[in-house]
């Protein structure tokens, strides 16, 4: 039985590591194709953090930065709409591009849109949804979070001041 545990401990460890490049490899393929390219390629990061140090190194200034776009792109109303109009715009183009219609014939391109089909059009689609859904997350955490999600973007001074709080409790 020690080495049946030891086989399913292998293929476990094996199946992560290949999950976890299988993600960095299509997230590399999805930034020139359509689909949540560096979104997949962070996952895959994460994945194989477990693993390797290399990866974790990379994750948490990855996430920083992911972070910080995501607390800029909400900042304001009109930034909150233009990133909601663009998810709707690639959600568009996803149902366009799965119905394929015909169109004008343009140089080498035939009467068909490129790569049309399901498989592009599901992408765009899943790819609109996710962008949908982390403009709420954005929203819910940096607009309207709590006070403890926004203490890392005070100041050092802000946060050494004494609150009234503290001075209503020394008199």
Do not use: H
């Not at 995501?70 to 663009?86: D, H, M, N, Y």
């Amino acid at each position: 039985m020690t080495w049946l545990r030891g086989l399913a401990s292998w293929v476990r460890a094996t199946g992560v590591e290949l999950v976890g490049w299988l993600l960095v490899v299509t997230g590399v393929a999805a930034l020139v194709l359509p689909g949540p390219g560096l979104l997949m390629m962070v996952a895959g990061l994460a994945v194989l953090s477990n693993r390797y140090e290399w990866a974790e190194r990379r994750v948490e200034p990855i996430k920083v930065k992911a972070f910080d776009a995501a607390r800029f792109g909400v900042e304001t109303w009109p930034r909150i709409a233009l990133s909601v109009l663009g998810a709707c715009i690639v959600m568009a183009f996803g149902v366009i591009w799965w119905v394929g219609p015909k169109v004008p014939e343009i140089g080498p391109f035939g009467d068909e849109l490129p790569f049309s089909g399901w498989a592009t059009g599901l992408s765009m689609m899943i790819s609109s949804l996710i962008a949908l859904t982390l403009v709420v997350y954005s929203v819910a955490r940096f607009r309207y979070g709590s006070v403890e999600d926004d203490a890392s973007s005070l100041d050092e001074q802000e946060l050494d001041a004494p609150s009234r709080d503290d001075e209503e409790s020394e008199v």
